[in-house]
DNA sequence: CGCTTCTTTCAGAAATTTGTGAAGATACAG
DNA sequence: CTGTATCTTCACAAATTTCTGAAAGAAGCG
């Protein structure tokens, strides 16, 4: 009985049950907010490692999943740039890593949905008219938009002054 | 042939091509976004309606849905505080309403959901250490969701104050 | 150059989600 | 209190999504 006991660390010196747990809750959480359940679990596991990256098989073996599962997975995150992929020079393997900066970003980067929004908005303002009631309040639900995107640039901007401050500059894990 | 000619207005002085149009487009776009189709097209089509709201029945008829489908979506929509239900005092009849003020409010209030993030985090940290790697990775990201969460509470105070000035106060429809 | 290792793609099985019809509740009207 | 209009709930059918196993496709290494 060499892991098993409380709070006891896995061979890499972490507890892989707790990891576990945190991956899981925290991944339902993700989901609940709209994240496939793969790409939510494969994520999470990626912000719980400790370098930020792993490879597909570790991705697979550790939550149990099919080789085609991860691929799928990760696709997804990197076409939204929620991680990055990595090649490992003298290898095939290849890596898969959350990175600060890049995500954050991602989460608030609605923006190209925000730009369809408005899009629809205006054609809808046009053709329903724009002194009709309806067509008022389209304009102003367009202006809601277009304030929001502004905001949220600048709000990005703070925050990477804030994170500096507390934080230092870059990524706080590197390999 | 009073009602089909281009650009043409219906009985209503609307043309309802010309709004289902701009309805589906939009609901398109929101599902796009993660909202689910009924709630989606629900909610366009009271975005584009003249006084902001609609019956159970004007719904199902402008959107061939079935009763159970409006009852649904309603539901849904209402849920998430996108609009209310309001009781037409002489009838059986309910209304439901996009509420200018209310809806903005909404979709920024995914606070419940990152509250639920935040814990999660919390936890996590907790659990692997923080001062693991995994923990400080984790430390940060929580750091980034409070700090949004105190932001967008700032930008929404700001967008009332911008929206004061540029469309008076209150909502633009009232019946 | 062929072998080996890893990743992706593809077709299909399984599970989940979505919308309907029909029956059940609720509340006003007479 | 009975009748009627309106909304909701429930069980099921249909469509969509999700994950897997198996085969094909790259990319180093001997």
Redesign the pocket.
Known sequence: MTQAAAGATGADGRDPEAVSRFVEHFAAQLVEAGL???PARVFAALLASDTGAL???ELGEQL?????????A??YLAQVHMISREREP?????RYRVHGDQWYEALTNREAILRRWEDALREGVTSLGPTTPAGRRLTETLAFFEFVEKEVAAMMERWREHREQRFGSGTSTRD
Do not use: C, Q, Y
């Open positions: 496939p359940r793969m490879t597909s098989s149990k999943i099919s080789p085609a599962a991860v691929s799928g990760v696709r003298g290898s095939r393997r290849e």
